[in-house]
């Protein structure tokens, strides 16, 4: 059974960094496109960034919302992911998904295109 199970959200000032995990079993997230996005109450999920899955070159990818504050990485040997996030603002606030895909690397900010989902964590950054 694949899961991606996510956590390290919580309530943060504006200015502050969190970092998000996010472990997948049932599946290698090396050899996965793993994104991330976002939803705020009454929007539509957003894309925020991705890695590339490491047969595709394993590069990173990121809205201009969060680039050069966002940062996405990858430990191989615990099987998890990690959404950095620096700068945190009040418009960040959202609850925060990892997805895992085999799409093209051309389609990685489609939601649609991904495959699996994880629970979702709540991040919220008071100003």
């Known amino acids: 059974q694949v899961q991606l199970v996510e956590s390290g959200g919580g309530l943060v000032q504006a200015g502050d960094s969190l970092r998000l995990s996010c472990a997948g079993s049932g599946l290698a997230v090396r050899t996965y496109n793993m994104g991330w996005f976002r939803q705020a109450p009454g929007k539509e999920r957003e894309f925020i960034g991705v890695i590339r899955r490491s047969g595709s070159g394993g590069t990173t990818a990121y809205a201009d919302s969060v680039k050069g504050r966002f940062t996405i990485s990858r430990d191989n040997g615990k099987n998890t992911v990690y959404l950095q996030m620096n700068s945190l603002k009040s418009e960040d606030t959202a609850v925060y998904y990892c997805?895992?895909?085999?799409?093209?690397?051309?389609?990685?900010?489609?939601?649609?295109?991904?495959?699996?989902w994880g629970q979702g964590t709540q991040v919220t950054v008071s100003s």
């Open positions: 997805a895992a895909g085999s799409q093209v690397v051309s389609a990685v900010t489609l939601e649609r295109m991904y495959r699996y």
